[in-house]
């Protein structure tokens, strides 16, 4: 005998908004299965807003409402029956963060949460990653959003330390990261890891998620640093527009693509990492792990 839960996790991020409807399913004697049933991503940059003006927009406003009426919908249309909505970096930092949550539980009769960047990680964190962490490794998590980048370190399966950092697509397209900001993250990088052989990076977040699949390889495998470096330079040769008609990128996330791949290969090189696993994770599935297991 089974039984089929339905979970929905809304992530509203620095670059875009997911709705992630998941199927858990329990059966006894076994492992509690979760499954993807559907992802919804809306590319509505927030950060553009809060980063450079410090406020979500009245356009941004109108669309995060008009987002959240339509997730309410599909979350009806699933029969979901309990979601949690979080929001992160953008929402943190706009002036009018808190005033736009009222709005749309006003209209949208949605209730949001704004979390803090150490919350952010470790809700990523409980993600079921116990198929990569082997015990003789270490990992550096490495979750690159639009608004800021969460790293853990994880060693014996256990995590070690864990730090989010102001840095992310969206800051960097504004160019609002200093070099101050890059040399924190080395220093941090190098100072948590030094006393580790083999670490690898497991990376998360739609740019590396668009990686991993434009190299075609096999979802257990890693890609390269040497992969990385070069598949960096490659994109970073083309135009944006050239990132669109020749490579078949999303418009919101050709402008972006690079300077995530930026972030993940310094993480690499700093950690002395060879490998990046890419498994197929993010604050949505995160969310889903946390709601089960009673964290949130």
């Not at 090189?269 to 009673?294: C, E, F, Q």
Request: no cysteine; charged share 25%.
């Amino acid at each position: 005998m089974i039984n089929i839960k339905k979970y929905a996790a809304i992530d509203i991020g620095s670059n875009a908004m997911r709705l992630l409807v998941a199927n858990i399913v329990e059966e006894h004697g076994k492992e509690t299965h979760f499954s993807k049933n559907a992802l919804v991503r809306l590319p509505i940059r927030l950060g553009q807003d809060a980063f450079t003006v410090g406020e979500i927009s009245e356009e941004n406003i109108d669309r995060m409402v008009d987002a959240m009426k339509a997730f309410k919908l599909l979350m009806k249309v699933h029969k979901v029956e309990r979601y949690v909505a979080l929001a992160t970096s953008a929402m943190r930092e706009a002036i009018n963060g808190n005033e736009v949550l009222e709005i749309i539980n006003k209209k949208a009769d949605l209730e949001i949460k704004i979390i803090d960047g150490k919350t952010e990680a470790a809700i990523i964190a409980s993600t079921d990653l116990h198929y990569l962490l082997k015990t003789e490794n270490t990992y550096l998590f490495v979750d690159v959003g639009g608004g800021s980048t969460e790293f853990s370190l994880f060693s014996n399966k256990k995590m070690i330390v864990s730090k989010s950092f102001k840095i992310g697509t969206v800051r960097l397209l504004n160019n609002m990261v200093n070099e101050l900001v890059w040399h924190e993250i080395e220093k941090w990088i190098k100072t948590h890891t030094e006393k580790f052989e083999n670490v690898s990076l497991i990376g998360s977040g739609g740019n590396i998620n668009k990686l991993f699949k434009m190299s075609g390889k096999q979802q257990d495998k890693p890609l390269s640093y040497f992969y990385i470096q070069k598949r960096y330079a490659f994109l970073n040769s083309l135009t944006y527009e050239q990132r669109i008609s020749e490579l078949g990128l999303n418009p919101d996330r050709a402008d972006v693509i690079v300077l995530a791949t930026k972030i993940y290969l310094n993480a690499m090189k700093w950690s002395s990492a060879k490998n990046i696993y890419v498994p197929k994770i993010g604050l949505s599935d995160g969310i889903i792990k946390a709601m089960y297991s009673g964290q949130i």
